[in-house]
């Protein structure tokens, strides 16, 4: 349509490209702080285990499977990609992270 007929052309703003800062981000270092009680990981409560996964940015969704299970420290330190698999935690992706943040535990 033209200017002719009473239409407006709209214009079409331009969109930065994100920086490659943006793009290629670290992953997150585990909090293994989440522990205010100071108490060996292994000893953590179903409770203490979701206040760690969830202060490490896990989600809520995630967490719950956990809790469902209840999984205590003594198990997470355990934890193998087979045992998310068959709680119902499905996503590859996500697996890794959980194993990624069980591995830092372990250092």
Known sequence: MSKANGS???RI????????EEIITPPKQPRLDANPEEKPHGSWSPAEVSDFLL????PESVVQIF???QIEGRHLL???QEDLR???I?????QKD???LLKALQD
């Open 90 to 94: 499905r996503a590859v992706g996500k």
């Open 8 to 10: 407006k052309k709209r």
């Open 98 to 100: 959980i194993l990624r």
């Open 78 to 80: 355990e934890m193998t």
């Open 86 to 88: 068959s709680m119902g």
């Open 13 to 20: 703003g331009i969109v930065e490209p994100p920086s490659m």
């Open 67 to 69: 809790q469902e299970h």
């Open 55 to 58: 202060t490490n940015g896990l």
